[in-house]
């Protein structure tokens, strides 16, 4: 037992707050096509309100965290919470898209460093034995905002503007900020966390490798997928259009079973293996999609799915670097993240090309793409799934 466990208030403190940066990262999936008409942009365009968060975190995140690593890390986290409400503030106010763009970037920075010390810190009180369904609990917040949030915001985006959801989340984040000041504990093992020269030592590990470029090719499928997905359907599919909000909330549902079920197999059989089980389930599913008919009955079926499948798969990585690095790298932990937002912003960026210059239909391909590269790799690996 560690002599500070985080009560269940904090823990779902932890998970509010996973959800409100999850929404905030995933508003504008839901309503990309409602975003560009407001905006007189296209589609395509519109993309780069995701690309920019996405690439804030991949470059910035790593930098932050290296130049505050001194810092005490509840003190650097609500920094960071903080920096994010200020960041969202500016979106809500942006004059212009090349501001918000701005402004979005900074909030990918800000949102993702918080992200990355919020795991760090609820995985330091976690044993080693339950961190698997430990860090799903945490991760669960991104999976409910898939199942309420983002199809509500579709839903009442007829009411409410884009501007008024975030407003909405500005006030969970100040409760949670206000609420980590007054509660929440100080991390343990700093010193030995923030030794710079130690952290890099980690790179030698081929676990840490392996985790990294897994991380890096299996959100570039996914970004380049989830990201528009909506618009995926309704061009497929219009006819749904009219309930595209409750499909959304199926698809969110899946997302939780698979990340609750993903936590469990990685407690069970180990995060290597159900990494790579995930990851060739997802290929198998995409390449279905790209080639079955684009019916109702066989499409909707195989995207629930393929969702599934990559929340099985994604807390796989998540669990994985705090294993390998046995939870004392906030740099490695970092650099995680970053993968997973590089993954995604590159993905999003080839979706876009492959939008406008050949059909949206193709974007299924890149998830098909990572997941053949990882399986690749992971046969050059072979001691990595024998250890």
């Known amino acids: 037992m560690k002599k500070n466990q985080l009560t269940t208030r904090t823990q779902s403190v932890f998970i509010l707050m996973a959800f409100v940066l999850a929404m905030s990262a995933m ?91 919020a795991t760090a810190t609820v995985a330091g009180f976690s044993s080693k034995d339950k961190l698997g369904s430990t860090l799903a609990r945490l991760i669960m917040g991104a999976a409910l905002a898939l ?40 991390a343990e093992v700093e010193e030995k966390e923030n030794n710079f020269l130690e952290e890099l030592r980690f790179f030698k590990l081929k676990d840490v490798q392996f985790v990294l470029l897994c991380m890096f090719l299996f959100f570039l499928g996914y970004g380049g997928f989830y990201t528009f997905l909506t618009p995926y359907v309704l061009e497929l599919l219009p006819s749904l259009a009219p309930i595209m909000s409750i499909l959304l909330v199926i698809i969110g549902i899946a997302s939780f079973s698979g990340n609750h079920v993903g936590g469990v197999y990685a407690d069970k059989i180990g995060y290597k293996k159900a990494l790579v089980l995930g990851s060739s389930l997802q290929g198998i599913i995409s390449i279905l999609i790209f080639l079955l008919p684009k ?90 799934m024998t250890k």
């Open 147 to 186: 199942v309420i949030g983002v199809p509500l915001t579709r839903f009442l985006s007829e009411i409410f503007s884009w501007q008024t959801d975030f407003g909405f989340l500005i006030v969970l984040m100040l409760f949670s900020l206000l609420y980590f000041m007054r509660f929440l504990p100080k």
């Open 27 to 117: 508003l504008f999936n839901g309503i990309l096509d409602k975003v560009a008409d407001q905006l007189s942009i296209s589609i395509a365009e519109t993309g780069l309100l995701n690309s920019f968060y996405a690439y804030g975190a991949a470059i910035g995140v790593p930098i932050v965290l290296i130049l505050f690593r001194k810092m005490e890390r509840t003190k650097a986290l609500k920094m960071m919470l903080f920096l994010t409400i200020l960041s969202t503030f500016w979106m809500i106010l942006a004059p212009n898209f090349i501001q918000l763009l701005m402004a979005r970037f900074l909030s990918g920075i800000a949102g993702n460093s918080y992200g990355v010390l």
């Open 295 to 384: 019916e109702v009955f066989i499409l909707i079926p195989l995207i629930i799915l393929w969702q599934i499948a990559a929340w099985f798969t994604g807390i796989q990585m998540i669990t994985g670097m705090s294993v390998a690095t046995d939870n004392k790298s906030s740099l490695m932990l970092s650099l995680n993240g970053s993968a997973n937002q590089l993954g995604q912003a590159v993905g999003s960026s080839l979706s876009a090309f492959l939008i406008a210059n050949i059909h949206i239909s193709y974007t299924v391909l890149l998830p098909l793409m990572g997941s053949l590269m990882i399986f690749g790799f992971s046969l050059l690996y072979r001691n990595f």
